[in-house]
């Protein structure tokens, strides 16, 4: 099928576990154990949905270590286990996204990695080139602590002349400067956590104060014909303590309180920078002048970029250029030590491995090329005097299809002298993870285990964390692709889909049957009939990229929302049979009134209309209020404003004393109001419960019959991907996690239905360690209808209880209702280890039937029923987007073509 068309063809969603991609739906039909449902699948690749490139990557920074080795009062009343930060993915639209790990507390592996969590809209029109992370207090924290949103501050450049920080969890923009310099190259933050230095077009490093989490103008540095490309900070020194002699001469009654502080602090000694004059720079901290300066090769008089710059904890300067090489420099005598021309083009970006016995290079050329250190004696550090500094070309692998724009690497490498070197995972046998990404739109993770640290390292079989294989070794392991996504809403009785762009939305109407039979034309000009039609497209006026919308179940209603405004628009349909939006000026004011008049944003998070369309429910995008919008009056009028997401609730997973009359937290303290985005909403099928959750990991039940808070539901590990009520029981709540696992609830009995938790501690492996995380979830709706023809006349009850659940690769089918006649009983009667043995076979097949898997779809944005045997299936293939873009670097080869 081509993209841009339709296909409407009677198909089998039920395959067998073990079948393979390669086979065809066709033949999966026949073999479907038993299971003779089929439906008819639009397969719709006209969406014209396109990912932005992304241009940044970045993962949290560890803190520096304690030159006393003594641990911050706070750190040990820590408890929960946190082994991977936060991936920071900037793209060319101005979004970031925050991912987070999805492994279990304390697992070591996780299949489906680091799955986003939330999206920092981006002012409309702007993009991302450099991203970094700080400590907000650095000296509350442990080496080995892995940093939270909370202790975390990310900063953002986009080729402007302002630097911006980022509310992590208000999901905006937090305060901006002006770097004073002109356009902004690069950025970095210092190992401490104290300063963040700009490379500018004027060709000074300007150096920002991060103290006391502020963000001011600290010095400029002298001023220099070039722009700065590339920046790298120095080893950190310990500063010397004061000397208690010294301070009691000066009259300091306090040097021996003071002295523990000082002898804590870290000192940034110098930093390098990569110009466009074929130059690198090392500059004084300190005094802010230069004290080398390094040349590159030119070609022809042209000059050389130098794109990246990274810094070894002896010293060692590591640089890449526009002419494809990679360069090692001695930082004391600023003399070359090896170079390789490793790329065929511009090296855009470098990252060392956390050991620093390993540094990435990419660029242009698609390549990701390895470098590792061998030293003459294995028993000495690199960073001995007595080592000799040698680096080898060890391998490259091609990942992506076009250029590479940035490298990152967890856990991070910070340039500490050899006797600071922090243990990595507490010493526990981990790989590395390599994070890449550019051009062609999505995130690569790599296990990367150097192969010289296999040979030496005397330790337990070393955990790949992606779960990928059993090898870890960048050379051999396998690579995955994180998948993009869009969003996408489906109104069922209108047929419409809704597509959200940027900064704007396009719906399509999927035609029935009949009216692609009495159109024999084409209902798209084209010369084939096409059942599919194009119906609204609209440019919205936005001051940050849209966040979120939703499409009433009857196409009558259209909302869509940025940060600071939310519109609603009434689809009005035309006697030509065309759709025509009509905005309602009106829900601006009344959600105004619902608010404070301080407060800037009237944005939506998340928005979902009840099943008769009658009302619509709004989650606030920075104040996190829940408001019920009626809609069946002239005017949109707001029945109802709960706050509960507002106060400070389980966010680490324990429970704390609620109040009972309004299920309110209690806020003894100051700091108990708690700002979190909404994430998720769902009505249920009557239109009597309404559920939310956070990213805060909370979820609450709302009554919208009776207007009134109803209860709040045990913390999650973590926020849900999909939050959605069983059709044939509306008072029962799935979730659906990240990492695939599935919770249900009742919340009329606040329980959990004793069916459910069979099937949430039984779920299969294949369903669990599915390497993409569940992204939706479809119901098939009940009936009792006539298969096709070509099945014979066979009446088959179909329940609501049949769930399509999907994600970017794969759709799986659950009966929940199967688990049921899952019981131990028969295992009770037969304690015989041979009958417990086949008991146990019998269960694995039950599994293996209820779970089935279908693999034929790529790349999946939405499935959802547009009747009872009726699918929608929304598809983006990679090579459709790809095809879009510019042509990929390519360099010929003689005696090839």
């Known amino acids: 099928m081509c993209g841009g068309e339709l296909e409407i063809a009677k198909r089998s969603y039920q395959a067998k576990t073990a079948c393979k991609s390669d086979k065809s739906l066709e033949n999966l039909k026949e073999k479907n154990m038993g299971d003779l449902t089929s439906f008819a699948v639009h397969r719709c690749r006209f969406i014209d949905f396109a990912p932005s490139p992304i241009n940044a990557l970045a993962f949290p920074p560890l803190p520096l270590p304690s030159l006393k080795g003594k641990t911050p009062e706070n750190e040990r009343a820590r408890t929960r286990e946190k082994l991977f930060g936060t991936l920071a993915v900037g793209r060319a639209n101005g979004d970031i996204e925050l991912c987070e790990w999805s492994g279990e507390e304390g697992a070591h592996q996780s299949a489906q990695a680091w799955v986003v969590q939330k999206t920092l809209a981006g002012p409309s029109p702007s993009k991302v080139d450099s991203l970094a992370f700080t400590l907000r207090h650095p000296d509350t924290f442990t080496p080995t602590h892995v940093p939270s949103h909370s202790d975390l501050r990310l900063f953002s450049s986009g080729g402007g002349s302002e630097v911006v920080e980022w509310d992590l969890q208000r999901g905006c923009v937090r305060r901006t400067i002006s770097s004073q310099g002109g356009s902004i190259w690069c950025i970095a933050a210092n190992p401490a956590s104290t300063l963040l230095a700009l490379g500018c ?30 920046l790298a900070w ?21 040097a021996s309180d003071d002295e523990d502080d000082d002898e804590d602090e ?17 500059w004084n901290v300190a005094t802010g002048g230069v ?11 042209e000059r050389t970029l130098v794109w990246a710059v990274g810094v070894l904890g002896d010293g060692t300067i590591v640089s890449g250029d526009s002419l494809g090489s990679v360069k090692f420099w001695d930082s004391k005598m600023c003399t070359q030590l090896q170079s390789f021309t490793a790329h065929g083009a511009d090296v855009l970006c470098l990252t060392i491995g956390p050991e620093g016995h390993t540094v990435y290079t990419s660029g242009v050329d698609q390549k990701t090329v390895q470098f590792s250190y061998v030293a003459s004696d294995p028993t000495k550090p690199s960073s001995a005097p007595s080592s000799p500094s040698r680096w080898i070309q060890s391998c490259s692998r091609r990942m992506h299809s076009h250029d590479v724009r940035s490298l990152a690497i967890w856990p991070p490498y910070s340039p500490l002298p050899h006797s600071y ?56 392991a396998y690579y995955r692709r994180v998948p993009y996504s869009s969003t996408i809403c489906v109104a069922r009785r209108a047929r ?82 065309d759709l025509k939006p009509r905005r309602i000026k009106s829900f601006a004011s009344a959600i105004r009134s619902q608010l404070s008049p301080d407060d800037p944003s009237l944005g939506g998070s998340a928005f979902a209309f009840t099943p008769d369309s009658s009302k619509l429910v709004m989650a606030t995008a920075t104040t996190a209020y829940i408001l019920i919008v009626d809609l069946s009056m002239e005017d949109p009028v707001v029945l109802r404003r709960f706050d ?53 990991c909370r979820t609450y039940i709302f009554n919208l019959d009776s207007s009134q808070y109803h209860t709040t539901l045990p913390s999650l590990p973590f926020p849900p991907n999909v939050l959605s009520f069983l059709p044939e029981n509306p008072h029962i709540l799935l979730s659906a996690l990240p990492n695939n696992s599935l919770h249900l609830f009742d919340i009329e009995r606040n329980e959990v239905p004793p069916w459910a938790r069979e099937l949430c501690r039984r779920l299969p492996k294949r369903f669990t360690d599915a390497l ?24 088959q009850p179909q329940t609501a209880k049949d769930a399509l659940f999907w994600s970017s690769t794969w759709i799986c089918k659950v009966k929940l209702d199967v688990p049921s006649s899952w019981g131990s009983s028969k295992k009770r009667r037969q304690p015989e280890e041979r009958d417990a043995r086949h008991l146990v076979e019998v269960s694995v097949s039950e599994e293996a039937a209820n779970f089935k898997m279908v693999t034929h779809f790529r790349s999946i944005l939405a499935v959802h029923f547009l009747d009872s045997d009726e699918l929608v299936v929304v598809e983006r293939p990679l090579v459709d987007v790809l095809s879009k873009l510019p042509p990929a670097y390519f360099k010929p080869k003689y005696g090839r073509t």
């Open 201 to 230: 077009e004027d060709g000074s490093v300007h150096l920002l104060s991060l103290a006391a989490d502020t963000l001011t103008h600290h010095r400029r540095f002298d001023r220099v014909k070039s722009r700065l490309l590339s």
């Open 496 to 577: 419409l889909i809704a597509c959200m762009q940027e900064t704007g939305l396009n719906i399509w109407r999927i035609l029935e049957r009949a009216e692609v039979d009495s159109d024999p034309g084409g209902l798209n000009g084209g010369e084939e009939r096409s059942a599919w039609k194009k119906m609204v497209e609209m440019d919205i006026h936005t001051r940050t990229n849209l966040i979120a919308c939703a499409l009433s179940d009857d196409g009558r209603w259209l909302v869509v929302s940025d940060l600071y405004e939310a519109k609603l628009f009434e689809l009005i349909t035309t006697p030509a049979g």
């Open 234 to 254: 120095g080893p950190p020194v310990p500063r010397p303590p004061r000397r208690k002699n010294d301070a009691q001469k000066n009259g300091d009654l306090d």
């Open 291 to 301: 004290l080398y300066k390094m040349g590159t090769d030119k070609v022809r008089g």
């Open 644 to 696: 509960q997401h507002r106060n400070k609730g389980p966010a680490d997973g324990r429970m704390k004393k609620k109040s009972k009359m309004n299920g309110t937290w209690d806020d003894d303290d100051p700091s108990s109001h708690a700002t979190a985005a909404v994430n998720r909403l769902a009505v249920s099928p009557d239109g009597q419960w309404l559920a939310t959750s956070d990213d805060l």
């Open 421 to 476: 070197n922090r243990k990595i995972y507490n010493g526990q046998p981990i790989a590395p993870v390599l994070a890449s990404a550019g051009l062609d739109m999505s995130v690569v993770l790599t296990p990367a285990l150097s192969t010289m640290m296999t040979t030496s390292m005397i330790a337990p079989r070393i955990v790949n964390p992606l779960a990928t294989s059993a090898v870890s070794t960048f050379e051999d």
């Open 266 to 282: 870290w000192s940034d000694s110098w930093l390098v920078t990569g110009g466009s004059d074929s130059c690198l720079r090392k």
């Open 772 to 795: 993409d995380p569940v992204l939706g979830l479809s119901f098939v709706p009940a009936r009792s209808s006539t298969v096709g023809v070509d099945q014979g006349s066979l009446e």
